[in-house]
């Protein structure tokens, strides 16, 4: 059997490549430009024969899983697909992606929970901890749970400034303070990769870039009414910052967000086709030498649970698909997220619309990355393995350690806390089985010695199925949801922990509760260890809490902590 010069692991990774690109065809390079999404079969059973079309058809070798499957199947399924991949005429081996899965939130468009995998507090909970050695362990825990299952690309972290109270996206960032937002992401990078990417990270693609935080009226692009980003209050640059600490300690990998800027210098078009943002910016101001991978599908209209969604080209949805591929390929993109039209690139380069030696540029940033994740040389996972590291004693452990650290203590008007004694207590929105651990559960608030109950940022139900999963709008609760709390509160006195994956307007809550708790993502055992003093919160704020959506409207969406007169200030948190 003859070995190829990329075949050859003991040959410099250039050389390796070089090789292999000389021996690619026009198509076969093509396929490289397309990350497209997969499910698979619950019990890790061969690919679908959707996938091995993609692969074997298609010739794509970039893959991101969707949906949430045990440690074991994963990592069947997964050799499964490398030997499908492996059977193709060049054998280019699979890079798998995902999004996070270590924490609460259950997001499609964005985050899975946790499942197997271990559990930890939202990126906001590391925020309100704002410990860069505990990013870094998690973050190295992520790495080795994915490792273990074959996941090479961590499509995170999420490093947008969380500047407009209603955008839907906060609970994925390290909240408002630009500083604090860097050194956790470049410790993040650092966990994923370690000093230098090599056969043992996870790449990480650092999003959204430029930073998504300055969304018009909070509304999220991946809706139309949504698309539009704006600077009232002159601080673009601001929002640079956590991608410049990103870039410093060597991330892999940058995801533009879907959003046109308004009233910049900049093009008016998404960052994903923005030739003065992709290359002007990142390329040749910030010296970002990685993969740049577009946001999950902009070029092709697509159904989604069902209901048809435009594509995201915002200010190109007059372009065709042919002419929104040139349009990015031309801004700086090396690779389109969530999608697949290979054809399309073959056809720019064969009419002469695109260069062939621009795909061999992105082409050739792909196939490094492979050969620099060791893909070539192992690309099989242990299913036994998987089955150990994934959920690990140690890891489930340091989790539930990280949760109770991030619950911030935002008030103890009653001097409740901690609660001594065994207390009748009465609960809501808690499991009772945990609760009797530390008293007696009683249905009656009236008989109750003390009432326990976990609430969520209100949001606006929205009537499309996918923008369900993306909590926008007010931030208050309607008098309807409010009035049955307040009675409560007036009936006995309540601890009430309210989960913030956006800023909370509750300022009648805060001001008759007996004690107010905000998670970011912890379960019932964290909460019930803190408020009877088995642990400590150490979290604070890592934005501010509004006073009203009068004072959130009136606020700029770049300007961090802009709301006039917070319940809470950004860094507020009580220490009991």
Not at 214 to 230: M, S, Y
Not at 472 to 498: K, N, R, W, Y
Request: glycine share 8%; with cysteine; proline share 7%.
């Amino acid at each position: 059997m003859t070995v190829h010069p990329y075949q050859d692991a003991s040959l410099p990774v250039d050389r390796r490549v070089d090789d292999l690109l000389s021996r690619m065809t026009l198509e076969e390079k093509a396929g490289q430009l397309f990350q497209d999404m997969l499910t698979m079969n619950p019990d890790g059973s061969t690919p679908t024969a959707g996938t091995t079309e993609l692969i074997k058809d298609r010739q794509l070798t970039h893959f991101n899983l969707l949906g949430q499957y045990g440690p074991r199947e994963m990592a069947l399924w997964h050799n499964a697909v490398q030997e499908l991949a492996a059977s193709t005429r060049l054998g280019i081996p699979v890079t798998l992606s995902t999004d996070p899965r270590h924490s609460f939130t259950d997001n499609i468009g964005a985050s899975f929970n946790a499942g197997a995998f271990s559990a930890w507090p939202e990126p906001l909970g590391l925020a309100a901890i704002g410990d860069p050695e505990l990013v870094h362990r998690f973050a190295d825990t992520v790495r080795r749970e994915y490792l273990a299952v074959g996941f090479r690309v961590a499509l995170h972290p999420q490093i947008d400034l969380a500047t407009e109270p209603r955008w839907s996206r906060q609970s994925g960032t390290f909240g408002s303070e630009a500083r604090l937002a860097g050194e956790l992401a470049a410790a993040y990078v650092k966990g994923l990769q370690g000093d230098e990417l090599g056969p043992e990270s996870v790449a990480a693609m650092v999003k959204h870039f430029p930073g998504g935080g300055p969304q018009k009226d909070g509304e999220d692009p991946h809706f139309p009414h949504g698309k539009d980003q704006v600077y009232p209050g002159g601080l673009r640059d601001l929002h640079l910052e956590p991608f410049k600490a990103a870039i410093a300690a060597g991330c892999s990998q940058m995801m533009p967000y879907y959003g046109r800027p308004v009233g910049t210098d900049w093009e008016e078009v998404g960052f994903g086709f923005n030739k003065g943002v992709l290359t002007g910016l990142l390329r040749e101001q910030l010296g970002f030498t990685g993969i740049i991978c577009t946001d999950w599908g902009l070029l092709n209209d697509a159904p989604i649970f069902g209901e048809m969604h435009s594509a995201r080209a915002w200010g190109c949805e007059h372009l065709s698909v042919a002419e929104r591929a040139e349009k990015s390929l031309a801004a700086g993109a090396d690779q389109f997220g969530g999608e697949h039209c290979p054809e399309i690139v073959v056809e720019l380069v064969r009419s002469g619309r695109i260069a062939e030696s621009r795909i061999d540029a992105s082409v050739r940033r792909l196939l490094r990355e492979k050969f620099v994740l060791g893909l070539f040389d192992n690309r099989r996972v242990d299913p036994d393995l998987a089955e150990d590291i994934v959920g690990a004693s140690e890891f489930t452990a340091a989790g539930a350690e990280a949760q109770r650290r991030s619950l911030t203590v935002l008030a103890d008007n009653a001097s409740l806390l901690p609660v001594t004694g065994r207390p009748k207590v009465y609960v809501e929105n808690l499991d009772a089985e945990a609760a009797a651990v530390y008293g007696s559960v009683v249905t009656d608030p009236a008989t109750a010695d003390l009432a326990i109950i976990r609430l969520r940022t209100p949001y606006e139900h929205r009537p499309n199925r996918f923008e369900s999963f993306f909590h926008s709008g007010t931030l208050a609760f309607t008098e309807e949801e409010l009035a049955p709390v307040l009675a409560l509160l007036d009936t006995v006195p309540t601890l009430v922990c309210i989960n913030l994956e956006r800023p909370a307007v509750i300022p009648e809550i805060a001001e008759r509760a007996a004690a107010l708790i905000a998670d970011y993502g912890a379960s019932d055992e964290a909460l019930l260890d803190v408020a009877f003093g088995r642990a400590h919160a150490e979290g604070l704020l890592p934005f501010e809490l509004p006073r009203s959506m009068a004072a959130v409207e009136a606020a700029r969406p770049d300007v961090p902590n802009d709301t006039a007169d917070p319940v809470f200030p950004h860094g507020h948190g009580v220490r009991v």
